[in-house]
């Protein structure tokens, strides 16, 4: 089983709509990161977070440390998030190297 | 510079060459990362330094892999004898290595194994 698993594999969406990306996770962790790969390899990083929630712009990540689960929300959906989304956990005790999920692909269609 | 800079981007390799890849962190940035990303699967955890110190080494998956980061900045991963498992992007990642800083992603490497 891996460490860190995301649900769904794949979704795909009509622009507009609400999506959700969960993350859940089995060690102990000092932080979480919601990261985002476009076609061509390039890792961008949305948020990092410990605790609570997080909101940037359209983006909106949650993260509950007793249940050790994360979830990344996007409101109104556009054509441009289609994108491979990644959570990775640095777990405790760790060098600052991150272990990462296997991603969620989204497509959102016009 | 303004990001992580890797190079090349793409490189097609015969099966049994030796390859390297380049990665140029952030300045300033004292720790370094090296994952592995195969087709469809999340990245994985290669090597770590802290400046030109190689503190973690567990993730290479065979003494054909070496890295290292002889002044602290740029680093270099060598893939002797490749071979087709090793097609993968390779990804650099660097941060300021104070504990719990973001990290950085370079455009990865997409090496193919002919």
């Known amino acids: 089983k891996n460490e860190v698993e995301q649900s769904p594999q794949n979704l795909t969406a009509q622009e507009g709509e609400f999506i959700t990306i969960n993350c859940s996770y089995s060690?102990?962790?000092?932080?979480l990161h919601w990261l985002q790969q476009h076609p061509g390899g390039g890792i961008v990083s949305l948020f990092m977070?410990?605790?609570g929630k997080k909101k940037h712009g359209r983006l909106i990540a949650t993260i509950n440390i007793q249940e050790k689960h994360s979830s990344l929300h996007i409101t109104a959906s556009h054509p441009r998030d289609s994108a491979v989304y990644i959570c990775?956990?640095?777990?405790?005790?760790?060098?600052?190297?991150?272990?990462f999920g296997t991603g969620t692909r989204l497509q959102v269609f016009p | 510079g303004a990001g992580v800079s890797q190079s090349p981007r793409y490189k097609v390799a015969k099966r049994g060459q030796d390859v390297a890849l380049r990665c140029d962190p952030i300045?300033?940035?004292?720790?370094l990362f090296w994952y592995q990303q195969a087709l469809g699967q999340g990245p994985e955890f290669l090597t770590y330094?802290?400046?030109?110190?190689?503190?973690?080494k567990s993730g290479l998956p065979s003494d054909r892999f070496f890295a290292e980061r002889p002044e602290g900045s740029v680093s270099t991963l060598k893939i002797q004898r490749t071979q087709q498992e090793d097609s993968a992007v390779y990804l650099c990642?660097?941060?300021?290595?104070?504990?719990?800083?973001?990290?950085?992603f370079g455009q990865g490497t997409r090496l193919t194994v002919v």
């Open positions: 990775a956990v640095r777990s405790w005790g760790n060098t600052d190297k991150l272990i």
């Open positions: 300045s300033g940035h004292v720790s």
């Open positions: 977070l410990s605790s």
């Open positions: 990642a660097s941060s300021l290595g104070s504990p719990g800083t973001e990290a950085f």
């Open positions: 060690v102990g962790i000092s932080a």
């Open positions: 330094f802290q400046n030109e110190a190689q503190l973690d």
